[in-house]
């Protein structure tokens, strides 16, 4: 299936029961969730996937359950993060036999590659497989920077097709652009900068809170593009509290809890993390129940 990178991809949560067990029930239920708001596309064994703690073959199943969930509606994207040249072009391979329609790419896990280093680990799996590339740039949380003499140089690999700009700077939308037109697609990996970077001219958004907010995060996005900028806005000023979770290092469990909130999950996490105890945890659903409280009605 031909990926358009437009448009709003949830990157969504690996859903586990309360054995640690992967929960396909559950997992369905997000899913089918998401494609009845209208979402542009899936992405799965991200940052929110818990992609360390997955085997090889829970990647597969998840790959093959939300290709039946979404059932050829929107592409199904598989995250790759490895520390391993060698492990990643076979995680690339994989990807392509179990049916994924792309790949997002982050740079070297545990190893800061420099430059050139991480260039040839891109143009290395873009070598190996077919399957259209987002790279995911996100020097805060991964500490390698993908900058712009990098990318074009990538620019050379015609499967390197996008990028997850979650370098937290709004102004690189515009660079971006500005070197390199409509070579890449941009779609913002922060949830709290996403309306100003789509109004900046970025053309989609791989999004957190979606996991539990499926259907406003996508009136934000339609709203934004459509122009009626004032209406989304009042969205998402709402969204911000809740969207403010995406950028801490619990992400994770904070998502997951609000996913529980709002019906679409549960709690679980794989060790080591942990689920929220104590009076971080109340706080965080003081903030998810005064959202829920004032929830915006949608009229699109």
Not at 7 to 13: L, R, S
Not at 19 to 30: I, P, R, T
Not at 157 to 165: D, G, L, N, P, S
Request: charged content about 20%.
């Amino acid at each position: 299936m031909a990926i358009i990178w437009k448009g709003v991809f949830p990157a969504v949560t690996t859903k586990f029961t309360n054995a640690g067990e992967l929960d396909l029930h559950m997992f369905v239920k997000s899913i089918q969730a998401q494609v009845d708001a209208g979402v542009h596309g899936i992405v799965l064994g991200g940052t929110l996937g818990e992609a360390s703690v997955l085997t090889p073959a829970e990647k597969e199943t998840l790959v093959k359950t939300t290709l039946q969930v979404v059932d050829g509606k929107i592409p199904v994207v598989l995250n790759i993060a490895e520390g391993s040249t060698t492990v990643a072009v076979e995680q690339a391979l994989n990807a392509e036999k179990w049916g994924a329609a792309g790949l997002m790419l982050l740079p070297p896990m545990r190893y800061k590659a420099d430059d050139r280093e991480t260039v040839v680990y891109f143009k290395t799996i873009a070598a190996a497989t077919p399957l259209p590339i987002m790279i995911y740039n996100n020097p805060v949380d991964y500490k390698i920077e993908v900058t712009l003499d990098m990318f074009a140089q990538l620019a050379e690999c015609a499967t390197i097709q996008a990028v997850k700009e979650s370098t937290r700077d709004v102004t690189n939308v515009s660079r971006m652009i500005n070197r390199f037109g409509t070579r890449f697609n941009i779609l913002c990996g922060v949830d709290t900068i996403a309306m100003e970077e789509l109004l900046l001219g970025a053309d989609g958004w791989v999004a957190g809170l979606v996991c539990a907010f499926p259907k406003e995060t996508v009136a934000i996005y339609n709203l934004a593009k459509a122009g009626r900028i004032q209406e989304a806005a009042v969205i998402y000023r709402w969204f911000i509290p809740l969207l403010e979770l995406d950028i801490h290092p619990k992400l994770v469990q904070y998502i997951k809890l609000c996913e529980t909130e709002a019906g679409l999950g549960t709690e679980h996490v794989r060790a080591p993390r942990l689920t929220l105890i104590g009076e971080e945890r109340e706080r965080i659903l003081g903030i998810i129940h005064a959202a829920l409280k004032n929830r915006p009605q949608l009229s699109l």
